[in-house]
Nanobody, 115 residues
Framework: QVQLVESGGGLVQAGGSLRLSCAASGIIFSIYAVAWYRQAAGRQRELVASITSVGTTNYVDSVKGRFTISRDNAKRTVYLQMNDLKPEDTAVYYC?????????WGQGTQVTVSS
């Protein structure tokens, strides 16, 4: 059974930092790309950042230069370092592993940035 467990969310003031983690189990983690999505209240879920199995990264324009995605295959964990947070970053952040058969999702972790 595949499980993705996010952690690291919380309340932070604008300009602050958080590091999200997503720990995977039940899957050959190292062969898959992993992504972070977020969903703000009343808005559609959007792709924030992704990292391929070989470490190539991609970011949505709004977080470029502020967020960094990384992975530790030995720990089967992906991270999202978020710096210079803004109120518009407030959302539930989800970890995602897309596979040919099914997309796996975590339960989400809330990030709230106060102005």
């Amino acid at each position: 059974q595949v499980q993705l467990v996010e952690s690291g969310g919380g309340l932070v003031q604008a300009g602050g930092s958080l590091r999200l983690s997503c720990a995977a189990s039940g899957i050959i983690f190292s062969i898959y790309a992993v992504a972070w999505y977020r969903q703000a209240a009343g808005r559609q879920r959007e792709l924030v950042a992704s990292i391929t199995s070989v470490g190539t990264t991609n970011y949505v324009d709004s977080v470029k230069g502020r967020f960094t995605i990384s992975r530790d295959n030995a720990k089967r964990t992906v991270y999202l370092q978020m710096n210079d947070l803004k109120p518009e970053d407030t959302a539930v952040y989800y970890c995602n592993i897309p596979t040919p058969r099914v997309d796996y999702w975590g339960q989400g972790t809330q990030v709230t940035v106060s102005s």
